[in-house]
């Protein structure tokens, strides 16, 4: 069942693994269609993966589809679908330069034009959650920015970033970790000043409305 949702949430994982964001068995993406949500089974190396072994759930977390137990963090991608109705994709990373951020409790700021764009924001942090708690969805709910793009850093955790799609939630934590280092050595290098408010939102609010190709 949903053959083209696995086919897209093996394909986002397969350039998660190769993007570097991840290591070991770490990480998880997910994708939902309508009540059904298909994610990473726990522990399984991304090389070994295939679409057929990802874990089909309904949103209370009952297992629909699937021999292999699904991902750890399940609980928190259910709660942000939940609580999201435009969500169809989540990525979970422990990325390196982003998760020196979340180890800090500190908020990623607005230094890039690409950060701007994306996220029309800075990425914001949230209390400390346990790993694989609801409390994470719950977290990412309440604290990011409505829009096409959401991240938010889990203290001393790592990453969760969501959009319309499997791939547009990759696409989110890619641009994280890039402005995350970014961001680190701009820091340890001088005193970066974030873009002003009115210019990030115009940027943001120009890429979203022009930025690739026009259907029709």
């Excluded at 993406?29 to 874990?55: F, N, T």
């Excluded at 791939?167 to 873009?195: S, W, Y």
């Amino acid at each position: 069942m949903l053959r083209k949702l696995r086919q897209a949430v093996w394909e986002a994982l397969v350039e998660l693994s190769q993007s570097g964001l991840v290591t070991g068995t770490s990480g998880n993406v997910s994708g939902r269609e309508g009540d059904l949500v298909v994610i990473k089974p726990s522990g399984v190396p991304y090389e070994k993966l295939k679409p057929g072994d990802l874990v089909v759930v309904d949103l209370q977390g009952n297992v629909v589809e699937g021999n292999l137990r699904a991902s750890v963090d399940t609980p928190a991608h259910l709660e942000i679908y939940r609580a999201l109705s435009d969500v169809g994709g989540v990525v979970h990373t422990h990325s390196t330069y982003a998760t020196v951020f979340a180890v800090l409790g500190r908020e990623i700021p607005v230094y890039t034009t690409e950060l701007a764009d994306l996220f029309g924001g800075p990425i914001p942090v949230s209390a400390y959650v346990p790993p694989g708690d609801k409390g994470i969805g719950i977290e990412f709910a309440g604290k990011t920015r409505p829009g096409r793009y959401r991240a938010l850093l889990m203290r001393s955790h790592g990453v969760f970033t969501a959009g319309p799609t499997p791939g547009d939630a990759l696409k989110a934590a890619l641009v994280v970790e890039h402005t995350a280092k970014i961001a680190l050595l701009a820091e340890l290098l001088g005193r970066p000043k974030p873009l002003p408010p009115s210019e990030v939102e115009e940027l943001h609010s120009r890429y979203m409305k022009g930025y690739g190709q026009r259907k029709g």
